[in-house]
């Protein structure tokens, strides 16, 4: 039986060609003539009943376009989409509170925004109210709530619709980690239930954890449709492919004519260079450098961004070692990881100089250097794994265990 | 991991329960309309709670709140009182200046306070537009209601004035309510045209405020519809605001019947209007988000 069914959807945009100069006649601003823009474009999938589905590709793919038809907030420009069940999108938790009213009334108010009774509220707002741990606040209004409170309310809300179909976003990476574990036991709690999911994600890693079929889309089409490892492989593929190893973002020189990121490369255990590794896997980043000026007691660091732009872990030449001293003409710095410990995800990853103390870059400050794609290899349950060993003890004995000889090298990634 | 609060698990529905929802290209056809009406009636709810909430926002953190309702068309009162009956005579078929502009005063703010606070009802919303699915036309509705709310509370005041100044009450006053009805129809017709409108052309939300000032002075708001020129007279009545303003005060201030004919031609004219414009706003609406 199916749930969800695509056929042939296409969705077109009209965006307003930009004129050479504004201004001009504000009548023929009006007649400008429009570029068409199609985000989805013949698109045909089903999705079977408790079945979960992930969609993957980049910014532009398609995929937020896939989730507004999905939720009738816009409609196809031709095909026909077929929808069969009660159906709750999470995404953006809480973008119908309204600040002045009380957490009670606002629960009204969203269940009903999401489609629900006043009465089916009624009867579920003890639990909702509880499930999100609100219970002392509940009359107050909602401005004074902390984001975290308001995400938990806004979660729960949505969780109560019962849906038989539920459209996931990137709504899983917000709030705290205990409130993300709830948020996924919640939503593995309504897959064993038998509720089809709809994930649509950037975080590979959940993608593969939640769903055993993935789309993956590229410039409004499907790509691929199959098995979530092997989509995901296809997506790395293509992504390793788009991203050149040379900087392509845009440096932000304070004084260019100082410094300069020549290139940011990394290498594996075989010295082969690639943008892909396992956690677990050892990594060699390296950064090549041409300075013009002498920079005495410079500090080169690596950035690692989740692509939601949290840092997540840094390389510094400024954490041990003597002073450095840059001496101009070209030169090339490598940091050794023997353990990348990131989760299975796609990090940006920037380059920087500056003078030890400074906050900013000074020197050179290189957003986007190169992509770092991390998949799954040692497991990691969690935000990354920590490096560790384990052995058996005697329960009798006066020490339980032996010390643990816990590498901390992690300290220092972190 | 916590699992302190675990929730029911949703009960798998039977299949003949399950609602299946088609999505295609916008196009007109009956079908469609009367699915949207069907979807209208499923979201009553959010109707309702909208409202109330629209109305508890504008008079929340007031020390005076609803009483508002009142002060606002009674000061108005007071000031074209004193202007048109001791600085200026306005002819008022008889009546207290102060009654005769009320009974008038109060359907114009209800169509004037709806029109100019729906008409930015689906732009000022645009954060829920984009996100969450409902029959859109429910906002520019919470409006209307917002507005009819305040109507009721101020029609109170027409109570007392009809008893302070001892105009007999007769059995016509009932057809007040098929008239409010007409008014209602014919403002949430203008309410869904303008709402819509104003998601693609913003000078809409600029035009709505001159346009109702001037349609006041054309309408027999501050003056009797005799005063308007015989010659003139045909033009003037097709206003339909001038219509109903004279059949309230008809039925109100002089216990007479209304003229029927005239009346029946308001109603069909707006229930057409409101078939039509419902008609534009789900054409709007289908693309709404991507231009909101």
Known sequence: MLD???????????????????????????????????????????????????????????????????????????GEIVVDGRLAALIEIGSGFHPELTGRENVYLNGVLLGMRRREITAKLKSIVEFAGVEQFIDTPVKHYSSGM??????????????????????????????????????????????????????????????????????????????????????????????????????????????????LTFQDSSNRQTNSFRTGDSLRAVVQYEVTKAIEDAVIEVYFYSIFGNLHCHFSTGTEGPPLTLSPGTGVVEFFCPEVALEAATFNVDVGIKRRGSRASEFVDCKRAAVLNVTIGKTVAGAFHMPHSWSLGQTNSALVGEPLDADLKLARLN | MPADTTLQDAPSLPTSRRRKLVMRAPKFSFANLLNDLRK?????DLLYTLSVHRIKVRYKQSILGVSWAIIQPLAMVVILTVIFSFIVRMPSEGLPYALFAYVALLPWNYLSTSLTS?????????????????????????????????????????????????????????????????????????????????????????????????????????????????????????????????????????????????????????????????????????TMADVV
Not at chain 1, 20 to 48: H, I, K, P, T, Y
Request: proline content about 5%.
């Open chain 1, 4 to 78: 969800i069914e695509f056929n042939q959807v296409s969705k077109k945009y009209l965006i307003r060609k930009p004129s050479a100069q504004d201004g001009g006649s504000r009548w023929r601003n009006l007649l400008r003539r429009r570029a068409d823009f199609w985000a989805v474009r013949n698109v045909s999938f089903a999705v079977e009943r408790g079945e979960a589905l992930g969609i993957i590709g980049h910014n532009g793919a398609g995929k937020s376009t896939i989730l507004k038809l999905l939720s009738s907030i816009t409609a196809p420009t031709s």
């Open chain 1, 150 to 263: 308001y995400l938990r309310l806004g979660f729960s809300i949505a969780a109560h619709l019962d849906p038989e179909i539920l459209l996931l976003d990137e709504v899983l990476a917000v709030g705290d980690a205990a409130f993300q574990a709830k948020c996924l036991d919640r939503v593995t709690e309504l897959r064993r239930a038998g509720t089809t999911i709809v994930f649509i994600s950037h975080n590979l890693h959940a993608v593969s954890r939640l769903c055993e079929r993935t789309l993956l889309l590229n410039r409004g089409e499907v790509l691929m449709d199959g098995p979530t490892n092997e989509a995901i492989a296809e997506y790395e593929r293509i992504l390793f492919h788009l991203t050149p190893s040379a900087p392509h973002g845009d440096p932000i020189i304070a004084k260019p004519q100082d410094a300069e990121i020549v290139s």
């Open chain 2, 40 to 44: 209208l009636v499923r979201y009553r």
């Open chain 2, 118 to 286: 729906s008409t930015n009802g689906l732009v000022s919303h645009a954060h829920l537009i984009t996100k969450v699915y409902f029959p859109r036309e429910i906002l520019p509705l919470t409006y209307v209601v917002a507005a009819l709310f305040d109507f009721l509370i101020a029609s109170t005041v027409v109570v007392a004035l009809l008893i302070y100044y001892r105009v007999p009450f007769t059995l016509n006053i009932l057809y007040v309510l098929p008239i409010m009805v007409i008014l209602t129809l014919f403002i949430i017709a203008a309410a869904l045209v303008l709402s819509a409108a104003q998601v693609r052309f913003r000078d809409v939300g600029v035009a709505v405020p001159v346009a109702l000032q001037v349609w006041m002075f054309a309408s027999p708001v501050l003056y009797p519809l005799t005063a308007v020129p015989a010659r003139l007279q045909a033009v003037y009545q097709l206003n339909p605001m001038a219509g109903i303003i004279e059949s309230l005060r008809r039925v109100v201030l002089h216990g007479a019947a209304p003229d029927i004919t005239a009346l029946s031609v308001s109603a069909s004219i707006s229930v057409a209007l409101l078939v039509v414009s419902y008609c534009y706003f789900k054409r709007i609406e289908s």
